[in-house]
């Protein structure tokens, strides 16, 4: 199915912004639903966002709602998680995924195919 590969993390300050961004082949782009997870030290990984393929609006984790969007561009085969606001609590490692459903996509395992992750640090 191919391989994902994400960037963009790295140190903010609270109330800053960063964006993430996923690249993976265009068969998986085009017949897949994206999601993002993140998982903080000693926490169980959560969902953050999703996409589904059939075209429906993208929904969120309540803690982020409001503050992340998630966008697709199939030009070029890369999705993006735009972080604002972020906050301490938000200090995890980001990692992208792909599901072949358009539904249960809050569950990572309904995915299967993910990013090797990229750390996002929110200093106070």
Do not use: H
């Not at 790295?10 to 997870?37: D, E, I, N, Y």
């Not at 993006?80 to 809050?106: F, G, H, I, W």
């Amino acid at each position: 199915q191919g391989q994902l590969v994400e960037s963009g993390g790295g140190l903010v300050q609270a109330g800053g912004s960063l964006r993430l961004s996923c690249s993976g082949s265009g068969r998986m782009f085009s017949t897949t639903s994206m999601g993002w997870f993140r998982q903080a030290p000693g926490k169980a990984r959560e969902f953050v966002a999703a996409i589904p393929w059939t075209g429906g609006s993208a929904y969120y984790a309540g803690s982020v709602k409001g503050r992340y969007t998630v966008t697709k561009d199939g030009v070029k085969k890369t999705e993006y998680l735009q972080m604002n606001m972020l906050k301490p609590e938000d200090t995890a490692v980001y990692y992208c995924a792909v599901s072949s459903r358009s539904y249960n996509l809050d569950q990572s395992r309904a995915y299967n195919s993910w990013g090797q992750g990229t750390q996002v640090t929110v200093s106070s």
